[in-house]
């Protein structure tokens, strides 16, 4: 099973990759969870709106497209 970086919740909580786990957990690595306040997460989202992340494309693709180029997702549910 994949873990992702981390992933946030609406109501705070956090779930990140932490150390690289054993591989007869079927786990990239061992998972971490953690909450933050809501003035962190306001904060987080002022800077977010701030940098511009709002107002990205939905989707980027390089030209010309690479054949074994690593990828990566970000999704955002507001």
Known sequence: MHVP?????ADGLVVFA????????GLD???RVG??????IQRLFAYMDQSGFF???????PRPAP???PTATISVYA
Not at 35 to 40: G, I, K, N
């Open 5 to 9: 970086t981390w992933r946030l919740y």
């Open 18 to 25: 932490g150390e690289s786990a054993p591989l007869s957990s």
């Open 29 to 31: 690595a061992a998972v």
């Open 35 to 40: 909450h933050l306040a809501d003035s962190e």
């Open 55 to 61: 107002s990205l494309n939905e989707a980027y693709a």
């Open 67 to 69: 054949a074994d180029a």
